[in-house]
Nanobody, 124 residues
Framework: QVQLVESGGGLVQAGGSLRLSCAAS????????MGWFRQAPGKEREFVAD????????YNADSVKGRFTISRDNAKNTVYLQMNSLKPQDTAVYYC?????????????????WGQGTQVTVST
C-alpha cells in the first residue's frame, strides 16, 4: 500500500505561485508513475500533470502548459507541483496519485492510490 499526503495549498492572488508537495509512505514510489489532478466544485476530477518513475518524462494538461511543472525526488519519496501564473480558474482541490506503471498521460483510471487533497484558492 502507498499512502499519499499533499501539502502546500492555500490562498493566493492571481498571478502568484504555489508549490504543492506529495509525500509518500508505506512503499517507495521510485518505480511508480505519479500524477496531479484537481477537482473544482461541481466539476469532475481532471488531469493536471504526470511524471514517469525516473522524472525524465512529463505530461501536462493543455490548460496548465507553460505555467505548472511536475517534478519528483525519489530519494525523498516526494512529488512536487510548481504552479506559477495562477488564475482564478485554477481554484480546486488538488490530488496526488500513484500508479505502478509507465507514465499514463492523464489516464485517471490507471491510478491505484490517491491522497486526500489540498485546497488551492486563487483570488482575483
Amino acid at each position: 500500500q502507498v499512502q499519499l499526503v499533499e501539502s502546500g495549498g492555500g490562498l493566493v492572488q492571481a498571478g502568484g505561485s504555489l508549490r504543492l508537495s506529495c509525500a509518500a509512505s508505506g512503499r517507495t514510489i521510485s518505480l511508480y508513475a505519479m500524477g496531479w489532478f484537481r477537482q473544482a466544485p461541481g466539476k469532475e476530477r481532471e488531469f493536471v500533470a504526470d511524471i514517469n518513475w525516473s522524472g525524465e518524462s512529463t505530461y501536462n494538461a493543455d490548460s496548465v502548459k507553460g505555467r505548472f511543472t511536475i517534478s519528483r525526488d525519489n530519494a525523498k519519496n516526494t512529488v512536487y507541483l510548481q504552479m506559477n501564473s495562477l488564475k482564478p480558474q485554477d481554484t480546486a482541490v488538488y490530488y496526488c496519485a500513484a500508479a505502478k506503471s509507465e507514465i499514463l498521460r492523464g489516464k485517471i483510471s490507471g491510478y491505484q492510490y490517491w491522497g486526500q487533497g489540498t485546497q488551492v484558492t486563487v483570488s482575483t
